[in-house]
């Protein structure tokens, strides 16, 4: 079985531009989530889908952030227009049912605003 | 103040060390304590969870919870190499919603 993909590895992009991320959860796996760590920092929430609608989205970080999920499968994080303290890795997680003991994270996408 | 406190590291030990990383938290409604491996480049992988305070052993890793002192605890008996990574602490309450709040980690290095 498949895990968590993320597309793409790594990103870099100047300042200004519109960088679009994505994430294919496990099949029949309904919630997704996206994370991000930024340099130094910890692993922070962004928001959790519950396959095509948005169950939390408080930790997105301002409006320049966009997560979609149609069809309650693969998810894109775009962001437009990035900015330098965007840069840092975002990671996706899914799980069939609530809570995160039986929850998968994808690899990362680094992304990197010059 | 960070909702979980974790020491970066970095952190080396013999092969055959046993190792204790440790997490300190301030939210007294967290239920279930995780421990995550991550390799560099790669995503976290579970290791082991505890719910509410306790042991729970799995082969060479036992983590720990005290809720009274807010303090986790994860020790590898027999550290081999193959160990080295970042570990790190999150836990979630159900009641908070499926947010996992985490440590920064701690870079782990054994070596031969």
């Known amino acids: 079985e498949a895990g968590v993909t993320q597309f793409p590895s790594h990103s870099v992009i100047e300042k200004g531009q519109t960088v679009t991320l994505r994430c294919d959860p496990i099949s029949g796996h309904d919630n997704l989530y996206w994370y991000r760590r930024v340099m130094g920092k910890e692993i922070k929430f962004l928001l959790h889908f519950v396959k095509e609608s948005k169950q939390d989205e408080s930790g997105m970080p301002n409006n320049r952030f966009l997560a979609e999920r149609t069809g309650g499968t693969y998810s894109t994080l775009k962001v437009q227009p990035a900015e330098l303290e965007d840069s840092g890795v975002y990671f996706c997680a899914s799980n069939k049912q609530g809570g995160f003991t039986e929850a998968f994270f994808g690899q990362g996408t680094r992304l990197t605003v010059v | 103040q960070k909702e979980v406190e974790q020491d970066p590291g970095p952190l080396s030990v013999p092969e055959g060390a046993i190792v204790s990383l440790n997490c300190t938290y301030s939210n007294s409604a967290f239920q279930y304590f995780m421990w995550y491996r991550q390799y560099s480049r790669k995503g976290p992988e579970l290791l082991m969870y505890?719910?509410?305070?306790g042991n729970k052993e799995d082969g060479r890793f036992t983590a720990q919870v005290d809720k009274s002192s807010k303090y986790i605890s994860l020790f590898i008996r027999d550290s081999q190499p193959s160990d080295s990574a970042t570990y790190l602490c999150a836990m979630f309450s159900t009641g908070g919603g499926n947010k996992l709040t985490f440590g920064t980690g701690t870079q782990l290095k054994v070596e031969l």
């Open positions: 505890t719910y509410s305070s």
